[in-house]
Structures are given as C-alpha cells and as structure tokens.
C-alpha cells in the first residue's frame, strides 16, 4: 500500500466526528443503515420488505440513499414489518450543557 501508515479506524472515525458536516451526514443516514442491517439480518430483500410494509421496492430503496428524511410513520411501518420498534430520543447537545444549567 505504499509508504502510508496504517491508521487505525477509531482515530479515523474521531478525527471525523470533529466535522459538523461529517456528523450531519451520519446522523441523516442513521436510520437508512439500521434498516438495512436488520432487513439483512433476517435475509430480505428491498422488495420482499417492501411487500411486508405495502409499499414499492423504489420506497425501500430511497430510504437507503439517505436523498430524502424518512417520515417517522413510514420508519414505524417498516419497523413493524421486520418485527422491530423505532426508538426516539431528545438528548442535550453536547456543547450546550453550560446553556441548559443557566436556564
């Protein structure tokens, strides 16, 4: 591979984490990737869930790309449909904690 050193992927990984427009792509594309982990988990295809949640294997397939944000009825639907629940949570952000306490 060259004269490149390896580096390894947790430092990678944080020296992204630094970058707001890193973290807002991983953030948009989070819920796309535990879909398509579980959807292949259990061995299905785009279309054979799509048949399961009564929509199109393009409707599947867009929820991948990460182009659009999915509704959170259609990533309930989808839930449902591979036997798994969507969870929501609000949490501080994590420079405003000085903000929170003087309020």
């Known amino acids: 591979m ?3 050193p ?8 944080e020296k992204w984490r630094q970058d707001p427009a890193f973290v ?3 953030e ?5 990737f535990q ?12 279309a054979e869930l799509a ?3 009564g929509t199109t294997q393009s409707s599947i397939s867009r929820l991948g790309s990460g182009d659009q944000e999915p509704s959170l009825a259609f990533l ?14 609000i949490v501080p952000l994590e420079n ?3 903000s929170a306490a003087a309020s």
Do not use: F, S, W
């Not at 948009?28 to 796309?32: C, G, K, S, Y």
């Not at 839930?79 to 969870?87: I, Q």
């Open 2 to 4: 060259g004269d490149r």
């Open 6 to 13: 390896d580096v390894p992927y947790d430092e990678i990984l």
């Open 24 to 26: 807002a792509a991983h």
């Open 28 to 32: 948009a594309l989070e819920p796309a």
């Open 35 to 46: 879909v398509a982990c579980r959807r292949i988990e259990q061995g299905l295809t785009q």
């Open 51 to 53: 048949a399961r949640v």
């Open 76 to 89: 309930k639907r989808v839930a449902t449909a591979m036997n798994c629940r969507v969870e929501v949570r």
């Open 96 to 98: 405003d904690t000085d």
